[in-house]
């Protein structure tokens, strides 16, 4: 079973995608959908047990954090084995590629389905 985190403030997509995931046997997820929350990600062992990340493109957090390539290059500072997978409206395909250059390791474009997850999943 893989360890999914969800860092989305749509908390409409991340209930989408957790019961996603349920429908493909991944239960153990969590969702940070606040500032205060995803900053936990940077504490102590927080993610030890976090092999995948699925993230919103479009996301603030601190003026230190203030767009998902910097949550990307932090994340991948504390473990660089994570994937994360970056979610997306339709037609962000520069915004995409430099999340897969940032180090993320695929995307998602909205709506998200079943069939979308489960194909990233097997190839990450």
Do not use: W
Not at 61 to 73: A, C, M, Q
Not at 101 to 110: H, L, R
Request: net charge neutral; glycine share 2%.
């Amino acid at each position: 079973m893989i360890s999914s985190l969800i860092i989305d403030d749509v908390k409409f997509t991340a209930i989408n995608l957790i019961n996603i995931l349920k429908t493909l046997d991944h239960n153990d997820n969590k969702i940070l959908d606040n500032k205060n929350d995803i900053l936990k990600v940077f504490q102590n062992d927080y993610l030890k047990d976090i092999k995948l990340i699925f993230l919103n493109l479009n996301i603030y957090i601190t003026e230190d954090i203030p767009d998902s390539y910097t949550l990307i290059k932090k994340i991948k500072d504390i473990d660089n084995n994570i994937k994360i997978v970056v979610i997306s409206d339709r037609g962000k395909q520069k915004e995409l590629l430099k999340a897969i250059q940032t180090g993320a390791s695929d995307y998602i474009e909205k709506p998200l389905s079943k069939e979308k997850v489960e194909e990233v999943i097997k190839k990450i």
